[in-house]
């Protein structure tokens, strides 16, 4: 798979960035073609001339290198491969990316980058567990990053566990698998995510707790799996994924038109929240007290049923369409009907009673629904649900289009 690809390696500053030349060999002989970019921590490890030759291109290292920067050479550098690949991805480099800086020339284009990054972390075992390390690896893996490794192991520090850089030829079957075609490859799928804000006047609107996170998920899953994904989101609290075409909406009916021009595809996964009403009359001005201090009269209107919508369609219908039922109580039989109800293929129903810390958390407890039965799956991370679900949604496509 790497016949012809172009890799943007970034080499950070840990003392095992001495493995970045032999990776640069290994996608070399593969076929790859490697465009270079050494940090200046990582130049403290390997040199410009080392990597360099080995690469057959020139090293870049200075964010304000006229020479290229005169034509915005950052941005070129960061959309012209098909993968951006950090070998070592140290502690400060991945909260770099976690956080959004851009300080350097590396940093910066990972943050300018429209392509998929893949990462191969390495750092002492107390840096690899500390809470901030854990909460940046779950910021970027939500982000869409790919993780290589890291492995246990002996350290140049002394010490042993978690932490230590895989090997290039690890990295390199990495690097080839994220760059597979994948079973979804060639598959147009729809994914809704995230609330729908319904105004009541220009500064006041109706909204729910939705946080997007899931939605975001099962989209970089299916993106993972080789699928294009056209992500139609109202206004999450989470970040979309990257490798994916995004369609911000606000409210239900402008989420209505956008799925409707996505049309026609494969699958449509509606993971949103979308409001079942919105205010007929909502104002054009702020309201204001009048002084006598009763409400406004608000008068409300049934948004549209993008689920039902797209279910009952004729020609045109997905082949799979996929909704979320997400309840407070009696969830089985609340799904179950709302799947006979709105005419879709499979339902996807979690509790989001407050108690379980569901809506707008890291984790999912889920039960599909489907013309067979209902199967249920433990609590896990959003992350792992997504996954799941998407080699579902792709076992179930492959035997359709069998």
Request: net charge negative; with cysteine; charged share 20%.
């Amino acid at each position: 798979m790497l016949a012809g690809k172009r890799i943007l390696l970034i080499i950070g500053g840990g003392i095992a960035a001495f493995k970045a030349p032999e990776l640069i060999r290994l996608l070399r002989g593969a076929g790859a073609s490697v465009s270079p970019v050494l940090t200046k921590a990582g130049a403290e490890f390997v040199t410009p001339l080392t990597v360099s030759s080995l690469a057959g291109e020139a090293v870049h290292s200075d964010l304000f290198d006229l020479t290229h920067e005169s034509e915005i050479g950052h941005i070129q550098l960061s959309r012209a491969a098909d993968l951006v690949v950090v070998v070592a991805a140290t502690a400060d480099l991945m909260a770099k990316m976690a956080n959004g800086l851009a300080n350097d020339l590396a940093s910066t284009l990972l943050l300018a980058t429209d392509k998929r990054v893949l990462i191969a972390p390495a750092m002492n075992v107390r840096m690899w567990e500390h809470p901030a390390t854990q909460r940046n690896i779950t910021t970027l893996k939500s982000d869409g990053v790919i993780f290589a490794g890291p492995t246990e192991g002996d350290m140049a520090c002394g010490e042993f566990g978690e932490g230590r850089m895989i090997e290039p030829e690890a990295i390199l079957a990495a690097i080839d698998t994220a760059l597979s075609d994948g079973p979804l490859k060639g598959r147009h799928i729809l994914v809704t995510s995230g609330p729908t804000h319904e105004p009541i006047d220009p500064v006041r609107y109706i909204a729910n707790r939705s946080s997007g996170a899931q939605g975001t998920a099962i989209a970089g899953a299916l993106r993972d799996l080789g699928a294009t994904v056209t992500f139609v989101t109202g206004p999450a609290t989470v970040a979309p994924p990257a490798g994916v075409r995004v369609v911000k909406v606000e409210t239900a009916r402008e989420m209505l038109d956008a799925v409707q021009t996505a049309l026609p595809v494969e699958a449509a996964i509606f993971a949103a929240a979308v409001a079942d009403w919105r205010v007929a009359n909502a104002a054009e001005r702020k309201m204001k007290k009048d002084g006598t201090g009763a409400p406004p009269a608000l008068e409300f209107a049934e948004n549209p049923d993008i689920l039902a919508t797209v279910s009952k369609m004729g020609e045109g219908r997905p082949g799979l369409v996929v909704g979320f039922a997400a309840e407070t109580h009696d969830v089985a039989r609340f799904a179950a009907d709302k799947r006979a109800r709105k005419g879709c293929d499979w339902i996807v129903a979690n509790d989001v009673s407050p108690a379980t810390g569901i809506m707008g958390g890291t984790e999912n407890a889920v039960t599909i629904i489907d013309e067979t039965g209902a199967e249920s799956w433990d609590r896990m991370g959003k992350q792992e649900v997504a996954r799941r679900l998407a080699a579902r949604i792709a076992e179930s496509l492959g035997a359709a289009g069998a």
